[in-house]
């Protein structure tokens, strides 16, 4: 997991110094060699991805210039440390302790999550609100694509919504594995914390702007950057609204995916047909990206 961006590129490699630094633990050492039960709990993942992000981003920052950005939950934190609102060693710092109070929310109020496929969001959204009952919540969390959306809440209410979606036509519903019930009420407690490690840092202006994931709108000043963070906890991943957003504001530029895989991609494609977007997490890909023909 970024490895080999280390191994190539010196811009890479002082990006996972750094991070390691911060954080006073041997994160990309973990990312490397693993083991991986342990770098997938929330409070590694969360800064292993921002890192490889970032550690991407090093190398090719001076080709770019930024007309808006965006981030899916975690990666929002991304777009604020690429558009200079958030510096390195805070934005980790930040998102390890997201991580942490995230698990601390699961465990205080155990919740699930789970993928929808094949009906609007708009519609998994009203099923959700109308099968939430007796103390059991379920929302839709992400709405990541036109027909893909992610339900989260309390076992016993995704259970009844998981039923009502199928009887509603959807194609398939298919449980996550997470340890809690994340962009939903049962994270108020761990939204309360993030606020407070929010307010503990610099978090500055952002140069370019920021579609929230929250409100799917540009962000352009800190205050509102720092209130919209700690709301994304609860609230849905507006992405559908944000990718149509961050298309008009790029008013036809190229997108770039900075991290590891390509799933936002994928998911760009289906919501704004015909965008532009390359995927820039390995060293092969990067490399590629810095000698290609100008256009």
């Not at 280390?6 to 990309?28: K, M, N």
């Not at 777009?79 to 980790?92: E, I, N």
């Not at 978090?203 to 963070?229: C, F, K, T, Y």
């Amino acid at each position: 997991m970024g490895r080999d961006l280390a191994e190539r590129f010196p811009a890479a490699r002082a990006v996972f110094e750094q991070a390691d630094a911060a954080l006073d633990v041997p994160l990309s050492r973990l990312m490397w060699d693993g083991p991986e039960r342990e770098l997938t709990l929330t409070h590694n993942a969360q800064p292993a991805i921002l890192v490889h992000s970032l550690a991407a981003h090093a190398v090719v920052r001076d080709y770019l210039q930024p007309v808006a950005a965006a981030g899916h939950s975690l990666g929002e934190y991304t777009a604020y440390a690429v558009v200079g609102a958030l510096g390195l060693a805070d934005a980790v710092r930040l998102v390890r302790r997201r991580g942490e109070l995230m698990l601390e929310a699961g465990a205080r109020r155990p919740g699930t999550m789970a993928a929808v496929i094949g009906l609007p969001g708009e519609r998994v959204a009203e099923i959700c609100a109308a099968v939430s009952a007796n103390g059991a919540v379920v929302v839709a969390a992400n709405l990541n694509a036109p027909d893909q959306t992610v339900i989260s809440g309390d076992p016993a209410g995704v259970e009844r919504a998981a039923s009502a979606l199928t009887e509603a036509g959807a194609r398939r519903v298919l449980p996550l594995k997470v340890s809690g019930a994340f962009h939903s009420p049962l994270m108020a407690s761990a939204a309360d914390g993030l606020l407070a490690a929010l307010d503990a840092v610099a978090l500055g202006d952002p140069a370019a702007p920021v579609v929230a994931n929250a409100s799917a709108e540009p962000v352009r000043d800190g205050a509102s950057a720092r209130r919209l963070l700690a709301e994304q906890l609860i609230a849905p991943v507006r992405w559908v609204a944000s990718m149509q957003r961050a298309a008009a504001l790029a008013n036809g530029a190229p997108f770039l995916e900075l991290g590891p895989g390509a799933v936002l991609a994928g998911l760009l494609k289906r919501i704004v047909p015909g965008a532009t977007v390359t995927s820039l997490g390995t060293a092969d890909e990067v490399d590629a990206f810095l000698t290609r023909e100008p256009a």
